[in-house]
């Protein structure tokens, strides 16, 4: 059964500080990879999807990589906003599922 | 904006009452998936439909239970409503089951249920 783990849990970070938010899995035969961003009390805004055969995506000044070899990924914020402050969930696709796997996310603030 | 709306945005029910909540698919989307999201918890995989049929289903008891029409449009009814229950509803639309590759998932802005 696959898990997803994020850490840290929570975070918060003075404005134009560059993040790294780690999301590690326990299978590695994933199919792909997706970080999204979920406002409080709101719905999941997609940020970047990663295929199992590619190692990176970037978007602005989002960047995720994947290591499936060691069940890890990454998103990197570059030089946040307080716009940024959210919560950032990964989610796992294995190889042959359509069931995803999130993670409880990382409640991310960014202050003035 | 995803284009998948979701109704209704708030509800409370009481304990055994039986809910029906609604999705609208983003246009041109085929499938669509539900899931739960309870406080402090990533969202868990409920079910999903593609083309009318469930074609997927999470770690969920019968008394939840969905339908998908000819225009992609979705609901999840659940029964018998428990304390647990109270959760966010999501819907997710996509451009064929979630299993494809570049298949990227688009959510709505959720239902809020409340059991009390």
């Known amino acids: 059964k696959q898990e997803v783990t994020q850490i840290p849990a929570a975070l918060s970070v003075p404005e134009g500080e560059n993040l790294v938010l780690n999301c590690s899995f326990t299978d590695s035969a994933i199919y792909n990879l997706q970080w999204f961003r979920q406002d409080p009390g709101k719905g999941l805004t997609s940020l970047l999807l990663?295929?199992?055969?590619?190692r990176e995506q970037t978007s602005g000044r989002l960047n995720a990589s994947l290591d499936k070899s060691s069940g890890r990924s990454t998103l990197y914020i570059a030089a946040s906003q307080p716009g940024d402050s959210a919560t950032y969930l990964c989610?796992?696709?294995?190889?042959?599922?359509?069931?995803?796997?999130f993670g409880r996310g990382t409640s991310l603030i960014v202050h003035p | 904006e995803t284009g998948v709306t979701q109704s209704p945005t708030h509800l409370i029910k009481t304990r055994g009452q039986q809910v029906t909540l609604r999705c609208s698919s983003q246009?041109?989307?085929?499938?669509v998936s539900w899931y739960q999201q309870a406080l402090g918890q990533g969202p868990q995989f409920i079910f999903q439909y593609y083309r009318e049929e469930e074609n997927g289903r999470g770690n969920f008891p019968p008394r939840f239970s969905g339908l998908q029409f000819p225009n992609y449009s979705s609901e999840l009814n659940v029964n018998a409503l428990e304390l647990d229950d109270s959760a966010l509803y999501l819907c997710?639309?996509?451009?064929?089951?979630?299993?494809?590759?570049?298949?990227?998932?688009?959510f709505g802005e959720g239902s809020w249920l409340t059991v009390v």
């Open positions: 997710a639309s996509s451009l064929g089951p979630q299993g494809r590759r570049g298949n990227t998932i688009y």
């Open positions: 246009s041109g989307h085929n499938t």
């Open positions: 989610a796992a696709r294995p190889g042959g599922s359509y069931i995803p796997t």
């Open positions: 990663i295929q199992s055969s590619q």
